[in-house]
């Protein structure tokens, strides 16, 4: 056997590193597109259909430390494609797009108290008393485990007129600015 020049021993080596990186391309590529599958927006399942109105939630963090924000403790997000809705049958489709797993929980919001302001208790979550209901299950409606990353979570409730709070009651999570506000007429 020859020993192989220089040209030969760079040849192989940009060749060898030309297939990695198309490997390595293509299973991102073949992953995302099994993950993307179902529910627009990226999601791997899909909510059954529903009469009324449907308010889309989309949960998410930063993977990484709280950093925070203005007026807020951490970086995490909780946000509604409505601000305000019709008093009647309303659907919740919550997206986890964070790569933590999350839940949106309906709580009435009393007099003027702001969104955000609940006190929070030793364990880091807030008291879900007088909850309308909770999206919480991957793939499913209602209560359950949590929404796992890259899915979604659905529930229905019959909302009178009033200002309701949707947030996510992990530990820790509301303080990071898991909340919206939500206003029925």
Known sequence: MTPLSRSQLLVGVLATL??????????????QQRI?????GGTGCAAPGSAGTIVHVTTTDMAGPMMGGPGRMGGMGLTADHATVTHGSVRFLVTNVGRYTHEM??????GEQMTGTRPIGGDGKIDEAGSLGEASATCAEGAGQGILPRTSGWVSVNLPPGRYELLCNFAGHYAAGMYTLLTVT
Do not use: K, N, Y
Not at 18 to 31: M, N, P
Not at 36 to 40: P, V
Not at 105 to 110: A, E, K, M, R, Y
């Open 105 to 110: 929980v309906i709580l009435p919001l009393p």
């Open 18 to 31: 030309a297939l990695t990186v198309l490997s390595i391309a293509a299973v991102a590529f073949l992953g």
């Open 36 to 40: 993307g599958a179902g529910l627009a």
